[in-house]
C-alpha cells in the first residue's frame, strides 16, 4: 500500500521551530550586545570631551599668565579626583602632572576621566600630552 499523503509531518514542523527558536535567540543577543556597546561609546565620547576640555585649559597657559588663563608654574596634578555629571551620571576626572618629564622645561600631562556603566564596571578615558613651559603665543 502505497500512502500519497502530502504535507509535513510533526518531526519536521518541531525541526523547524527549533531552528527559528534559536536563530530568533540568536538576534536578541545581539541587540542586547549592540546596545551595550552603543552605550559605551556614548559615554566615551562625552568623557573624551570631558578630557580635552581640561586639555584645552592647560593649553591655552603662558610663561607669566600675562596673556593666558594660568600660568605655567600653576599646572599641577590635583589633590583628588574632581566629580563632574555626564549624562546624567557622576564621573571623575584625574588630572596627574610629572615635572621635567620627557625633557627638562616640559610637563607630561594626563587626564583621566572615569565612569561606572550599568553593570557596576569602571570604564575610563585617558589622554595625555607634553606641555613646555615656553609658549608659542609669549
Given at each position: ?6 504535507g ?17 535567540l ?6 542586547t550586545?549592540m ?8 559615554y566615551?565620547i562625552d ?28 599646572i599641577?596634578?590635583s ?17 596627574t602632572?610629572k ?10 600631562i ?8 550599568r553593570w ?19
Amino acid at each position: 500500500m502505497i500512502s500519497k499523503s502530502k504535507g509535513f509531518s510533526l518531526i519536521e514542523v518541531l525541526i523547524s521551530l527549533v531552528v527559528l527558536s534559536v536563530g530568533v535567540l540568536g538576534l536578541v543577543k545581539l541587540q542586547t550586545y549592540m546596545e551595550v556597546k552603543s552605550e559605551n561609546a556614548l559615554y566615551s565620547i562625552d568623557a573624551l570631551h570631558l578630557a580635552e576640555e581640561k586639555l584645552e585649559l592647560f593649553r591655552t597657559r603662558s610663561q607669566s599668565a600675562a596673556t593666558g588663563t594660568m600660568a605655567y608654574i600653576d599646572i599641577k596634578s590635583s589633590p583628588s579626583p574632581e566629580s563632574l555629571s555626564m549624562a546624567g551620571m557622576t564621573v571623575s576626572r584625574v588630572v596627574t602632572v610629572k615635572d621635567d618629564t620627557p625633557v627638562a622645561g616640559a610637563k607630561k600631562i594626563k587626564v583621566t576621566v572615569s565612569w561606572t556603566d550599568r553593570w557596576n564596571n569602571t570604564q575610563s578615558v585617558a589622554l595625555e600630552t607634553v606641555i613646555s613651559k615656553y609658549s608659542e603665543f609669549d
